[in-house]
């Protein structure tokens, strides 16, 4: 799918979506990539089941938040929606809490796409959601779009997943083992959003996204950090940068062991020495360590992670910005990553507006071949 087509489609697929005015004191966060099931072995939540329902009653419900649900919550492409509802009546309780606030917004993704077709389904849906900070937009949606085969042939994967992963149990712990995929898909994304100037939140790939930068780029960034705070650092916090800085060395190790180096970076979204903060991603609830999302409290948007103590990866609980525990439980909140809006507009609006590169590339091509067309040859 060639770019430009994607983005006239984007372009539509954006100026469709409701927009919801988000000034005040609201809070948002977004979750995607639940995966829920039947409660069995082949539910991939089932091992987060009470991390998911704690964080959500003792934490997101009792401070007031807008709860998005960024698509594929409930896996109707593998089980039966009655069956799903039947394994998990603690979960629905609770967005029928997050409704009676006026507080659940609820988007479609390709693995939940046919409830838009269930006659009594109780919450409304919508293919995404746009957030409006004055003239500014943040769009929610899936992330689905950016691939023709689930736009154009989704009655296809239907087909596959229903009756071919449920009976070889595929897990949904990631997207596709071609990175490639994902790699296109967010591309799209990306060049399409900064071509906009918007910021995207979406789901779909499974793994969190910040300011356009992966997890191991996230964490590159970091060491740059740390080293230039311990050039001037002294004593005991220079200490504790260096304990921080091996932890975080290792966790780039682990990271390139696993194969899953690959990251957002130039050399795959575009040819320039920053990326633009316009893409970011909630991740995914099926992993083995808890689950991530992306929270908006005021003029702030956060990556947290949410997960049990004593499993987190020490690069995670040693780095975060700040943590928090549920009082009578293991779980525990980490901030990943934190930015002001304000500044994430500021990047996207002074560094992204660069004319219609695409186009002036291909022109730049079909001039070179009519130079070389009207050439004499020697």
Known sequence: MKFKEFFKSFDAFVKSLPVEDMSGDLRYVFLSDLHLGDGGRRDDLERHRALVVDSLSRWYLEKDYVLVLNGDIEDVYKFKLKDVRRAWPEFFELLDSFASKGRLRKIVGNHDLSLLG??????????????????????????????????????????????????????????????????????????????????????????????????????????????????????????????????????????????????????????????????????????????????IDGSKIELVHWGAAEKCRRYIAEGAIASEGIEGTDWRRYVVRRDSLDQVFARIELLGDDGDEEDDIESAIAMAAMNMSSTPMM
Do not use: M
């Open 118 to 295: 269930e006659k009594d389904y109780p919450y409304p849906l919508s293919h995404g959601l746009a957030l409006a900070r004055g003239e500014r937009r943040i769009v929610a949606f899936h992330g689905h779009q950016a691939s023709r085969f689930f736009v154009d042939y989704d009655y296809v994967s239907y087909f596959a997943t229903r009756y071919l992963a449920k009976p070889l149990r595929i897990r949904n712990t990631s997207i596709s083992s071609d990175s490639r995929y994902r790699f296109k898909a967010e591309r799209r994304i990306y060049k399409a959003s900064k071509k906009l100037g918007i910021v995207s939140i979406t789901g779909h790939t499974h793994r969190p996204l910040f300011e356009s930068l992966s997890k191991y780029e996230s964490i590159r960034w970091e060491i740059e950090e740390k080293l230039r705070e311990y050039a001037e650092a002294g004593g005991d916090r220079r200490r504790e940068i260096a304990a921080i800085v091996k932890v975080y060395r290792g966790e780039l190790g682990r990271l390139s062991e696993d194969g899953v180096r690959y990251s957002l970076s130039r050399s795959l979204y575009e040819d320039r020495d920053v990326l633009i903060p316009c893409v970011f991603n909630s991740g995914c609830a099926t992993g083995k360590k808890g689950y991530t999302a992306i929270e």
